[in-house]
């Protein structure tokens, strides 16, 4: 059951659904995925395939690993994990539009047998305690309200020597009223949050292995999606509908103007369960 409760929680899964049942027909699009992030699955996150390929090594993926991945869209980087490691590997998110385009691209790639996609809340995981040994979210947290209840659920279903990677984007900590409400205007939709993450995942009973700062590789990204997008405003319209497309890309320029303040910031969690045997 979805706990989508809010009109702004629906809204920004439709937008999602809207991005997901075009963005992976487009060639442009996918090319400026590629040139900009390394990858061509109609990805809505600013994970890198290098990002990829180092939470491949913090999560220690390989042939006998259960991986889930949270808020997948089309499959990035999910897919890609399992394809770089063999894993095994179960996709979740809510608009239909990209788990079919994950569905496809796994039988495209010939992963079929050890991809399963489900459509399902990230707060209310639909999967037994302790049956996955490592889950991947990228910035998905700043994109629903339910963060401590998604952790929570993490966490329940990772083995106790299991383990969690994922990536952020929130607000730069003591702005003053004004930057706060810039920072919030460029970010994320749900960037907001009523508690500080680490003790969002401390309270979900998770320790941190490792914290990084991605904010300088995000902005770069961020900068050279937005030049090639405004480069090729016809096709960005097409994939996003003309007022989905004003609507993205007056956040864009909100984005834009927080990046150059310093106000946004990404960031890269790896996290085990408390008692657990990983380092
Ligand atoms: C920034 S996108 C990342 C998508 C994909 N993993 C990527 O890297 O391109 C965030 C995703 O979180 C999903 N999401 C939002 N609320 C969710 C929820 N309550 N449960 C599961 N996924 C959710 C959205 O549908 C969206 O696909």
């Known amino acids: 059951m979805d706990m989508l409760a809010t009109e702004k929680e629906r809204s920004l899964i439709d937008r999602f659904s809207r991005t997901y049942a075009h963005l992976t027909h487009s060639d442009k699009m996918l090319e400026i995925e590629r040139a900009v ?29 259960r991986l889930l991945e949270v808020g997948t869209g089309s499959g990035w980087p ?12 179960s996709l979740i998110d809510l608009p239909m539009e990209g788990l079919l385009a994950a569905k496809k691209r796994a039988e495209v790639d010939g992963m079929s047998d050890r991809c399963r996609v489900v459509r399902a809340d990230g707060a209310a995981l639909p999967f037994q305690s302790a049956s996955f040994d490592a889950i991947y979210h990228s910035d ?11 952790l929570d659920a993490c966490r329940r279903v990772v083995d106790r020597n299991g383990k969690m990677v994922f990536s952020v984007i929130l607000i730069a900590p003591g702005l003053s009223d004004e930057d706060y409400k810039r920072a919030a205007a460029g970010g994320p939709t749900f960037i907001e949050t009523s508690a500080q993450y680490p003790d969002m995942i401390e ?24 030049a090639r997008e405004r480069a090729n405003i016809g096709e960005f319209e097409q994939v996003h509908g003309p007022e989905g497309a004003a609507d993205l890309m007056a956040r864009r320029a909100h984005t834009l103007d927080a990046l150059e303040r310093n106000l946004l910031r990404r960031e890269i969690f790896s996290v085990v369960p408390v008692g657990g045997a990983s380092i």
């Open 140 to 150: 998905v947290l700043c994109c629903l309200v339910e963060k401590q209840a998604v």
């Open 203 to 226: 309270q979900a009973g998770w320790d941190i292995t490792a914290h990084a700062d991605l904010t300088a590789d995000y902005a770069n990204s961020f900068k050279n999606m937005y």
């Open 37 to 65: 992030c390394g990858c061509d699955y109609g990805c809505t996150s600013w994970t890198t395939r290098e990002e990829a390929d180092n939470a491949c090594t913090m999560l220690t993926l390989d042939s006998r690993t």
């Open 78 to 89: 999910g897919l890609y994990l399992a394809k770089r490691s063999g894993c095994n590997v």
